[in-house]
């Protein structure tokens, strides 16, 4: 093939343009005296399926369920102080009233005595840092504590290994499809090695049983979601409307209807799962209730799902991050897209490799993906969001079918690659409302 000096100069200066946007983006934070999030020192091994999938009420993991949690263990620590103060660094400042962080906090530690502070700071160690200060009746400060909500309602101290105990030793996909082969045993069946005795499947029940509610409340309700946007509820107007399509639309429909369902529902402080996190609650749950239907699935069917899909998401937190504000939406829907695929092409018959296909797929192709909610609101593009990763879930599922489950990129290289692109995108990308489409938004809806 003939390629001539224009066309070559063209590509060659386009490949520049490209390979330069990290130092681009590294630039771009170091003018505006942001700091890269610090690679954190993780101990070998995944944590509790119950530290993946946490019930509470939305509408943000990290800016709602962290924050609440931190001030009830710091309430707790100093119960006879007069007065507090709360300091809220990056993310949790930028975006955290309309992620109702102060709600939150001031909810446990009592409006009347506690002073949130907004900073423009961000920490070195996390985006998301929260600097608890307890007071005396002379006023003096008698406690500090400054912690990070790291993504899906966990916490973390800089230089401190986190309490929670690892029960998995298998921690990375290969590991674990590797340990399914050897051993002849689905994904589903390390979770029951490792935690059935310790009441995994009763929680799972308890996990399933609140993703059913959520769907049938959002399915119920008309109103306008709270927060200024004014935006109006969809999913129960979607829902109609698929009664009226073919086979194929009415597939594409109903999994929206779902995920609609349950992230106004997120949007509206009410109760949800993290899978993995609140603003990407609704993905998983959409696939889980359309395949419980479409094939008339048992109990056991869809709990042993849901465990193939907690691991997909366990080694993407142990590996990778969950956080939206220190990797953008990839690690928040792109995560819950390839937990969804997992769970869907294991219910479809998928071998222990296929499923890895298919969670490797899905995530893949959400590399990338920025956290621009607007108005820090989890609102637009969030909920719209979900619904397009509950459908590109259910095909990366039935394409990864379709071979023997091996490829070029693994999970586990696809997760490293998500949080070193996380690291490399501006941080006006990573859950600040100051770029994107926040940056754009006019008017109303």
Known sequence: MEINRKSFIGGSLFAGVLAACPAMARAANEKAGVKPPKPKAKTPGMESLTELFRIGH?????????????????????????????TLYGSLSATGRGHFTDKAITDVLGAERTKVIWSKE?????????????????????????????????????????????????????????WCEKNN??????????????????????????????????????????????LARKAQNIYRQSRHFDDDARRTALLAAYAYAVNEENASLGVVVTAPTCGSCGTVPAVIRYMEQAHHLNKDEVLAALAVAGLVGNVAKQNGSISGAEAGCQAEVGVAA?????????????????????????????????????????????????????NRAMISAELSLLGDGNRFFSYDKIVTVMLETGHDLPAIYRETSEGGLAKHFVGGC
């Open 338 to 390: 390839a937990m969804a695929a997992a769970a869907a092409s294991y219910l479809l018959g998928g071998t222990p490799r296929q499923i890895q296909y298919a969670a490797a797929m899905a995530l893949e192709h959400f590399l990338g993906l920025t956290c621009d909610p607007v108005k820090g609101l989890v609102q637009i593009p969030c909920i719209e969001r979900n619904a397009v990763a509950a």
């Open 122 to 178: 961000e920490k070195a160690f996390h985006p998301n840092g929260l600097e608890l200060k307890a007071f005396d009746a002379s006023d003096k400060c008698v406690d500090t504590w400054l912690c990070y909500s790291v993504g899906g309602g966990a916490l973390a101290e800089e230089g401190k290994v986190s309490s929670v105990p690892k029960l998995y030793q298998l921690d990375t996909m290969d590991k674990i499809v590797d």
């Open 58 to 86: 939305g509408p943000s993991s990290s800016h709602t369920m962290g924050p609440f949690a931190a001030s009830e263990k710091f309430l707790k620590k100093n119960p006879n102080a007069k007065r507090f103060e709360a």
């Open 185 to 230: 045993k689905p994904i589903w069946a390390l979770v029951d090695e490792v935690e059935g005795k310790k009441g995994i499947w009763q929680y799972l029940d308890k996990v399933h049983k609140t993703m059913n509610d959520c769907i049938a409340s959002g399915l119920k309700k008309t109103d306008v979601l709270p927060g200024g946007l004014k």
